[in-house]
T-cell receptor, first 116, second 111 residues
Framework: AQSVTQLDSHVSVSEGTPVLLRCNYS??????LFWYVQHPNKGLQLLLK??????LVKGINGFEAEFKKSETSFHLTKPSAHMSDAAEYFC??????????????FGTGTLLAVQP | GAGVSQSPRYKVAKRGQDVALRCDPI?????LFWYQQALGQGPEFLTY????????KSGLPSDRFFAERPEGSVSTLKIQRTQQEDSAVYLC?????????FGPGTRLTVL
């Protein structure tokens, strides 16, 4: 069965400094992995997805993530945080069916705070 | 509209009441999912439709939960005899080859 573990429930950074949100996955086969962002009172928005093409995936708003099979990790990074990045971030793995459009399994989320 | 819409956005129910939550997916999207997000948690899968067929309902927590999509577009999630533990945000999502798109959710509070 697939699962993801987000290692930090809260991360606080200063504006303009790098962001690192950590995620480890467990999967019995090559997984599809995603990062979603959830702003207060707004719907979940897809940041980026990995589907076994390039291991470094670029997403929206300057975010990127690197798939490392040897470490079973898919950490999310951004070189310079902006105040508007403050939100909850979810690492997600696709479920039993595989593929980008099927059942998703969410991590417990990391709340990112950005200090001025 | 351009995105997935859900109604109502907020629902307060007394314990024991029945509720119905509506999802309007993006036009033309074949696949539709319902997720439940409890406070402070990530969303958890409830059920999945492909057109009008409910292909997976393994995430429904009890037989009080029922979902339907009779014409393959709008879907309704019904919860009978609501309990306090049903309080959560219920998210609907529809998908295409471009990915999965979530609605804003319905926040259900059971008193």
């Amino acid at each position: 069965a697939q699962s993801v573990t987000q290692l930090d429930s809260h991360v606080s950074v200063s504006e303009g400094t790098p962001v690192l949100l950590r995620c480890n996955y467990s999967s019995s086969y090559s997984p599809s992995l995603f990062w979603y962002v959830q702003h207060p009172n707004k719907g979940l928005q897809l940041l980026l997805k990995y589907t076994s093409a390039a291991t470094l995936v670029k997403g929206i708003n300057g975010f990127e993530a690197e798939f490392k099979k040897s470490e079973t990790s898919f950490h999310l990074t951004k070189p310079s945080a902006h105040m508007s990045d403050a939100a909850e971030y979810f690492c997600v793995v696709s479920g039993d069916y595989g593929g980008a459009t099927n059942k998703l399994i969410f991590g417990t989320g990391t709340l990112l705070a950005v200090q001025p | 509209g351009a995105g997935v819409s859900q109604s109502p956005r907020y629902k307060v129910a007394k314990r024991g009441q029945d509720v119905a939550l509506r999802c309007d997916p993006i036009s033309g999207h074949v696949s539709l999912f319902w997720y439940q997000q409890a406070l402070g948690q990530g969303p958890e899968f409830l059920t999945y439709f492909q057109n009008e067929a409910q292909l997976d309902k393994s995430g429904l927590p009890s037989d009080r939960f029922f979902a339907e999509r009779p014409e393959g577009s709008v879907s309704t999630l019904k919860i009978q005899r609501t309990q306090q533990e049903d309080s959560a945000v219920y998210l609907c999502a529809s998908s295409s080859s471009r990915g999965l798109f979530f609605g804003p959710g319905t926040r259900l509070t059971v008193l």
